[in-house]
């Protein structure tokens, strides 16, 4: 591949998603990947720093951050890919990344950023895997989904609503609870 042609492909990407996604906001969308660039950044260069601790003879900060660095590459690949446009393999993992569910996202961040912090506790190992944690609560937040409707909350949030078994009026607590259409259940 050129390096027009690559440049064409990088320049399309931030505009459009490979999966359909219209029930996600806009703003929790582009929050979550500004969050997850700023957050990618701020965790390399706070490993940086988490790495000095060799100096002190501090060896689970140096192992800290070299975690902290790899997790804040690892965020920056997949939500700017733009910043790694000469490795090739770079752009295939964010597309790969973008068309798996957001939930998959946000185990990834979720996960990564806590071994740094249990390795070197400090200012800098908590705002650089903060900021990567707090992204991958954006994408939790993403991956639920959609509110329901202000009428089908009050239908639900009603004490006298209907059972969807018999039509009759219930004061059971769990008459209220939407079946799950997913799962089997033996007849």
Not at 18 to 36: E, I, M, Q, S, T
Not at 163 to 182: A, I, K, R
Request: some cysteine; proline content about 6%; hydrophobic content about 45%.
């Amino acid at each position: 591949m050129s390096f027009a042609e690559r440049l064409t492909t990088l320049m399309a990407r931030p505009g459009q998603d490979n999966v359909p996604r219209d029930d996600v906001p806009w703003h929790l969308k582009y929050g979550g990947r500004a969050a997850g660039i700023v957050g990618g950044f701020f965790a390399v260069l706070f490993g940086l720093y988490n790495c000095i601790g060799i100096l002190l003879g501090d060896v689970g900060c140096l192992v800290g951050g070299i975690l902290q660095i790899l997790a804040g590459f690892v965020v920056l690949a997949i939500e700017a890919p733009c910043c790694f446009i000469f490795i090739d393999y770079v752009q295939q993992a964010a597309e790969k990344a973008d068309q798996r569910p957001y939930w998959n996202r946000a185990a990834l961040y979720c996960i990564i950023a806590i071994p740094p912090v249990v390795l070197c506790l400090g200012l800098g190992s908590l705002f650089g895997c903060g900021l990567i944690f707090v992204t991958g609560m954006l994408y939790g937040m993403m991956a639920l989904g959609k509110k329901g409707s202000r009428e089908d909350m009050a239908a639900m949030a009603s004490p006298n609503a209907m059972s969807p078994v018999q039509g009759v009026p219930s004061t059971d607590q769990h008459s209220t609870l939407m079946e799950d259409p997913d799962v089997w259940r033996p007849t």
